[in-house]
C-alpha cells in the first residue's frame, strides 16, 4: 500500500542533513497539500501559517472556500493553527474571522517575539510546530531560528510589493546554492518527498 509520500504530489524536499538558516525543510506547490497524514508523519501538532500568497492572493479579500475548508479539516484533525502575518492587523482580523481560528498581523517575521507569543498560545513544544509560508526572509529563516520544522510554498501570485520582487530573486539564488531551482524546472516536476526522520 502507497505511504503518504507517495501520494502527494508537487513535492520537492531539499537535500539532508545539513542546513543553515535560510533551508526550508520542505517545498510544496501549495498548502492543501498539507493533510493530517502528511503531519502526523512528521510529528507536527501544529502550524504557523503566513497569510498573503500562502493562504490568500496577497492583496485579496475574495473569497477561498476551499482555504476555509483545508483549515476546517486540519483543525477537525487537531491541528493547532495560528495566523503569523507581516500584513495589517485590520487585513489579519478579516481572515482570522473567516478562517476561524487565532492569530496576528504585523508580526514582524522573522524576528522572534511573535514566534515566541504564537508558541505559548499554541502550548506546543517547538518540535511539534511547523512553519509555513512563501518567503524565505520572513517565513523560513523565522521558523529556523526558532527550531520550527519550516515548509516553503510557491507563492499563489506574483503581484507582490517592489521589495518582495527583489527577495524573491534573493531567493532563488539560496534555494538554487541548495539544489533546487524553485521557480524553474523543479515546478515543472513532480517529485517524491524524502522521509524526513
Do not use: C
Not at 518582495?164 to 517524491?192: C, F, I, N, S
Amino acid at each position: 500500500m502507497p505511504g503518504v509520500n507517495d501520494l502527494i504530489g508537487g513535492v520537492s524536499p531539499l537535500p539532508r542533513p545539513g542546513g543553515g538558516l535560510l533551508r526550508p525543510r520542505e517545498l510544496l506547490e501549495n498548502v492543501e497539500l498539507i493533510t493530517p497524514a502528511f503531519l502526523e508523519e512528521r510529528g507536527l501538532r501544529g502550524l504557523l501559517l503566513d497569510l498573503d500568497n500562502t493562504l490568500i492572493p496577497y492583496g485579496s479579500y475574495e473569497d477561498r472556500a476551499e482555504i476555509i475548508a483545508w483549515a476546517a479539516e486540519l483543525r477537525r484533525a487537531g491541528i493547532k493553527l495560528y495566523l503569523l502575518s507581516n500584513a495589517t492587523a485590520r487585513r489579519a482580523q478579516f481572515w482570522l474571522d473567516k478562517l476561524d481560528f487565532v492569530g496576528v498581523g504585523l508580526a514582524g517575521k522573522p524576528l522572534q517575539r511573535s514566534y515566541r507569543r504564537a508558541l505559548a498560545a499554541m502550548q506546543l513544544p517547538v518540535s511539534q510546530v511547523g512553519m509555513v509560508g512563501d518567503q524565505l526572509f520572513t517565513d523560513i529563516l523565522g521558523g529556523n531560528i526558532a527550531g520550527m520544522y519550516t515548509i516553503m510554498v510557491h507563492p499563489i501570485v506574483n503581484n507582490a510589493l517592489p521589495h518582495t520582487h527583489l527577495a524573491r530573486r534573493l531567493e532563488r539564488l539560496v534555494l538554487k546554492r541548495y539544489g533546487h531551482d524553485w521557480y524553474g524546472k523543479d515546478r515543472r516536476t513532480q517529485m517524491k518527498p524524502e522521509k524526513t526522520l
